[in-house]
């Protein structure tokens, strides 16, 4: 939706689609409703204004199909988020299909060590919102494709809207969002690319570092093995599936926050690829610093008031405590950012002068 709102901010038409199949489908609660995923985009399109743009195919049907269609065969650029659309026989000869790598890093490395069908073949060009994996220090595969770098866009008044910019409360804990399990981890070249978990246990101690209570949302279960060693060294825990359960809630979260700690996967930072999240880009536009751990992003954007880097447990406590010394003007900072580096106009006009 960041890049959805984005687009129609700088004046395009959008349209938001997704491909599913059946088997993929949980059942109705009773008969005369949908299925979950369907009331759930149909919501989601209906809050965010998209209803009368979107078409979600079911076994390539919907009721939109033919409409979709006829704007998708004369449109100017598609994004395939991931490349998970595979109806790529949709767009027309002037439509530039561009694949959206959010996951850099682990894309290129699923291909090329696992040999995994991500779905590259048919695009025109390759987006990544790995800032630097163009470069030669990123220690990643680029399968011979030319990534172009973007920034993950966020149209700040958007979100700011619905909360009635909160500010942030004294006391506020500092909050991030994340599995704590993701994907298995890869090995190239000697070298590991883990995933959120083997981070997080290297700064597993920055509450006692801190001497405040640090919160993560997270899928984390209270019989797994590091919930308790999280939980003596100062960590508390919001279930995910609560957090991210609706955009309010998600947005409530981030209100409640006095900013974020962006731990990184590991085969981000292994990867030095300049991995950047679009959850880093809401707590900025909702006012809220980001301590951003170093990926390589910032060869690329020099930290500053509020968004800073860190690669370690001390400097992200020195990073926090240097934000809190001066809350205030980092806090501006922050939701100056959003308005102008990552916002459409920042982060998307610079890309389409390349693609389009």
Not at 85 to 102: H, I, S
Not at 241 to 247: E, H, L
Not at 314 to 342: K, P, Q
Request: proline content about 6%; some cysteine; overall charge negative.
């Amino acid at each position: 939706m960041h890049w959805a709102l984005s687009f129609r901010e700088l004046g395009w038409e959008v349209w938001i689609t997704e491909d599913l199949s059946s088997g993929e489908l949980q059942p109705p609660i009773s008969p005369d409703r949908a299925t979950p995923q369907e009331e759930f985009w149909r919501t989601t399109a209906e809050e965010f204004g998209f209803l009368s743009h979107q078409c979600l195919l079911i076994d390539g049907k919907s009721p939109q199909l033919e409409m979709f269609r006829s704007f998708a065969s004369a449109s100017d650029l598609f994004i395939n988020f991931a490349g998970h659309f595979k109806r790529l026989d949709f767009f027309g000869p002037r439509t530039v299909k561009a694949y959206l790598d959010v996951d850099p890093g682990f894309t290129q490395l699923w291909v090329e060590v696992s040999k995994s069908d991500m779905n590259l073949e048919g695009h025109d060009v390759f987006l990544t919102v790995g800032t630097t994996l163009n470069r030669a220090e990123a220690l990643l595969p680029t399968l011979g494709r030319e990534w172009i770098p973007v920034l993950p866009p966020v149209v700040a008044d958007h979100w700011r809207k619905k909360l009635s910019a909160v500010p942030a409360a004294v006391h506020a804990p500092w909050t991030t969002i994340g599995h704590w399990y993701g994907y298995p981890e890869v090995e190239w070249q000697g070298r590991r690319y883990g995933g959120k978990r083997e981070s997080l246990v290297k700064m597993k101690s920055l509450p006692q570092v801190l001497k405040k209570p640090c919160v993560i949302a997270t899928d984390l279960m209270p019989d797994w093995f590091d919930y308790e060693p999280f939980l003596e060294s100062g960590w508390r825990f919001v279930p995910s599936f609560q957090v991210c359960s609706s955009v309010s809630e998600y947005l409530r979260f981030i209100a409640s926050s006095r900013g974020e700690i962006g731990i990184a996967k590991e085969g981000y930072v292994v990867s030095r690829g300049g991995w950047m999240s679009d959850r880093s880009v809401v707590y900025l536009a909702l006012g809220r610093p980001v301590v951003l751990q170093d990926t390589g992003w910032t060869r690329v954007i020099s930290p500053r008031a509020g968004m800073l880097a860190f690669h370690g447990t001390e400097d992200c406590a020195e990073a926090i405590l240097s934000v809190e010394a001066d809350y205030e003007r980092h806090s501006r900072a922050a939701e100056s950012l959003a308005r102008t580096l990552f916002s459409p106009r920042g982060a998307l006009e610079p890309l389409l002068e390349k693609i389009l």
